[in-house]
């Protein structure tokens, strides 16, 4: 693994290795776990879910720090063929200069950015239902519009839930602005209607 190497850079525990390496093997497996046994006939589930959402995150993450360490490298190998004709000696055993510490860090940092947003976004985020409220001003707004409330939802992908309080709590919080109309927007649910069943 390429994105193994900004890891090395960045620390010499190898507790830290084999618990990176642990955890980029355990999200492939369970992505791997997911796609062996999806059933198509079953349609999108959470297992799906979480895979696409654990791919998306690893894979930005890993890209982000590999992009980084071959632009590194497009200096390095360079250096490294210099050093190779030019030192007499041949003492060192490589003739790559060393990573920079503090590019690993900036990349480790940059890279986890999405990856914690990603994954706050399936655990967390999903449920952090929030009611905007916006005035609605028309000059030749009819008077029999004066005061009507519209309340608008949108994109909820009810399959993506896990956890009925949390949603309960949504309807709540949808119910309590006693709107005039009630507006669906967007997808409703991620692949059949049997998702937004109770």
């Given at each position: ?6 890891i ?7 507790i830290?290795?084999?618990?990176y ?21 079953s ?5 799906i ?23 590194e ?10 050093t190779f ?15 920079r ?5 900036i990349?480790?940092?940059l890279a986890?950015i999405?990856f ?12 952090n239902?929030?009611?905007l ?5 028309y000059?030749d707004?009819?008077?029999?519009f ?20 949390k949603?309960?709590y ?18 409703i649910v991620?692949?059949?209607?049997e998702?937004?069943?109770?």
């Amino acid at each position: 693994m390429y994105s193994f190497q900004c890891i090395r850079t960045l620390t010499q525990n190898k507790i830290v290795w084999t618990l990176y390496c642990l955890i980029v093997f355990v999200i492939i497996s369970y992505i791997s776990y997911s796609v062996i046994n999806y059933d198509r006939a079953s349609g999108f589930n959470h297992s799906i879910s979480y895979s696409i959402g654990l791919f998306f995150a690893l894979f930005i993450f890993q890209s982000l720090i590999i992009l980084g360490l071959l632009i590194e490298d497009i200096y390095r190998v360079p250096q490294a063929i210099y050093t190779f004709f030019t030192d007499e000696s041949k003492q060192s055993e490589t003739f790559f200069p060393q990573r920079r510490k503090i590019l690993s860090q900036i990349l480790f940092l940059l890279a986890s950015i999405p990856f914690g947003a990603i994954l706050y976004g399936m655990i967390r985020g999903k449920y952090n239902f929030k009611v905007l409220k916006y005035d609605i001003l028309y000059d030749d707004l009819p008077k029999s519009f004066d005061g009507f409330t519209i309340t608008q939802i949108s994109d909820i992908h009810c399959g993506s839930f896990d956890n009925p309080q949390k949603v309960e709590y949504g309807l709540d919080l949808v119910n309590k602005q006693k709107s005039d109309v009630i507006l669906f927007t967007g997808e409703i649910v991620n692949n059949t209607s049997e998702e937004s069943y109770p």
